[in-house]
């Protein structure tokens, strides 16, 4: 198993396999951890694509293996980085960064009920916001074209009673019956009225043009609606956590939870304490380097002078010249 266990965490198995317990118990303690977050996204890829995306049982089994693998690929390279305080950050980040997708992923999952009759809600929302984007275009014509027809209304209305007024005595040239004048007055009148109705009919062309608008709107809006998007069943979690209290502290709870066992490979790497094996990689890492920095230094430094079959030849040149 620990042949194994070195396979998943990139360590030298045949350094680790005589060093101390506490190294190699720590070996395991890691590779082990990795378990946790891999399979989490291998549940939670599975259940992503078959419940929520509704995606047929071969895509949601290779979205799953496909999940799993790029998270074990991650949480591996975060056990194998070694080095600077920046090491450590960048080791933090990409591991806080994991378990926080990790953690929204599966509360889309165990929420799926809640937050599928939140989107629910959302919807005659959601179409409304898109009408009143259309209305609010169009209304500044449309009242600009009210008025327009108001007024013409009443210019009509008033041409009207200044011929009836004319035709009856009451009013203009105070002579009552069909004058002259009051045939002008009655083409005005006509005229206002043609002029009123022609507005009225534009005002018409409008509104109907605006509902025609809103009719695609909604026939777009139910055809291209989809409960299942991901980003709206986010933005609907997030809208049901504000929005309830007691979701937000169950969402709280668990997706601190989510987040703990996510980053578990980050606080056994991070607080555990240095083993033996460890101290003799940083070990051999120093003396690589010192030796490195020595070989610089000797500008007439042969580098096949340390070859073993250099070295023997050596070894027996000197044994053959000290016969004579």
Same mark, same amino acid.
């Given at each position: 198993?620990?042949?194994?266990?070195?396979?998943?965490?990139?360590?030298?198995?045949?350094?680790?396999?005589?060093?101390?317990?506490?190294?190699?118990?720590?070996?395991?303690?890691?590779?082990?951890?990795?378990?946790?977050?891999?399979?989490?996204?291998?549940?939670?890829?599975?259940?992503?694509?078959?419940?929520?995306?509704?995606?047929?049982?071969?895509?949601?089994?290779?979205?799953?293996?496909?999940?799993?693998?790029?998270?074990?690929?991650?949480?591996?390279?975060?056990?194998?980085?070694?080095?600077?305080?920046?090491?450590?950050?960048?080791?933090?980040?990409?591991?806080?960064l994991v378990a926080c997708l990790g953690s929204i992923a599966i509360d889309e999952v165990v929420f799926d009920r809640d937050i599928t009759i939140q989107v629910?809600?959302?919807?005659?929302?959601?179409?409304?916001?898109?009408?009143?984007?259309?209305?609010?275009?169009?209304? %500044?014509?449309?009242? &600009? #074209? $009210? !008025? +327009?027809?108001?007024?013409?209304?009443?210019?009509?209305?008033?041409?009207?009673?200044?011929?009836?007024?004319?035709?009856?005595?009451?009013?203009?040239?105070?002579?009552?019956?069909?004058?002259?004048?009051?045939?002008?007055?009655?083409?005005?009148?006509?005229?206002?009225?043609?002029?009123?109705?022609?507005?009225?009919?534009?005002?018409?062309?409008?509104?109907?043009?605006? %509902?025609?608008?809103? &009719? #695609? $709107? !909604? +026939?777009?809006?139910?055809?291209?609606?989809?409960s299942h998007s991901i980003l709206l069943r986010i933005q609907a979690l997030f809208e049901l956590v504000c929005e309830n209290t007691w979701m937000k502290i169950?969402?709280?709870?668990?997706?601190?939870?989510?987040?703990?066992?996510?980053?578990?490979?980050?606080?056994?790497?991070l607080l555990s304490h240095e083993t033996n094996y460890e101290r003799k990689l940083d070990m051999i890492e120093n003396i690589g380097k010192r030796k490195m920095?020595?070989?610089?230094?000797?500008?007439?430094?042969?580098?096949?002078?340390?070859?073993?079959?250099?070295?023997?030849?050596?070894?027996?040149?000197?044994?053959?010249?000290?016969?004579?």
């Amino acid at each position: 198993m620990l042949k194994y266990f070195c396979f998943l965490t990139g360590d030298d198995y045949q350094m680790l396999q005589n060093d101390t317990p506490a190294s190699q118990k720590k070996v395991k303690l890691l590779a082990l951890c990795l378990f946790i977050p891999t399979g989490l996204w291998l549940i939670n890829g599975y259940l992503l694509a078959k419940s929520i995306m509704q995606c047929t049982i071969m895509v949601s089994i290779t979205t799953a293996i496909i999940c799993a693998f790029l998270i074990f690929s991650i949480e591996r390279a975060i056990i194998m980085m070694r080095g600077s305080n920046w090491v450590i950050v960048i080791r933090v980040l990409m591991g806080l960064l994991v378990a926080c997708l990790g953690s929204i992923a599966i509360d889309e999952v165990v929420f799926d009920r809640d937050i599928t009759i939140q989107v629910a809600q959302k919807k005659p929302l959601m179409l409304e916001e898109d009408l009143n984007k259309i209305n609010i275009e169009n209304k %500044e014509n449309v009242d &600009k #074209q $009210i !008025q +327009l027809v108001n007024t013409k209304y009443n210019i009509w209305q008033k041409a009207v009673n200044d011929a009836k007024q004319e035709a009856d005595g009451s009013g203009g040239s105070g002579h009552r019956g069909v004058s002259a004048i009051t045939k002008i007055k009655e083409v005005y009148a006509t005229q206002a009225q043609e002029d009123y109705q022609n507005n009225k009919s534009s005002l018409d062309v409008l509104n109907n043009t605006i %509902e025609d608008k809103n &009719k #695609q $709107i !909604q +026939l777009d809006f139910n055809d291209n609606f989809n409960s299942h998007s991901i980003l709206l069943r986010i933005q609907a979690l997030f809208e049901l956590v504000c929005e309830n209290t007691w979701m937000k502290i169950i969402y709280i709870i668990f997706t601190l939870l989510m987040i703990f066992l996510e980053f578990m490979v980050i606080i056994i790497k991070l607080l555990s304490h240095e083993t033996n094996y460890e101290r003799k990689l940083d070990m051999i890492e120093n003396i690589g380097k010192r030796k490195m920095e020595a070989l610089l230094k000797n500008a007439a430094f042969d580098p096949l002078e340390f070859h073993p079959l250099i070295k023997q030849a050596k070894t027996s040149l000197n044994k053959t010249s000290s016969i004579f």
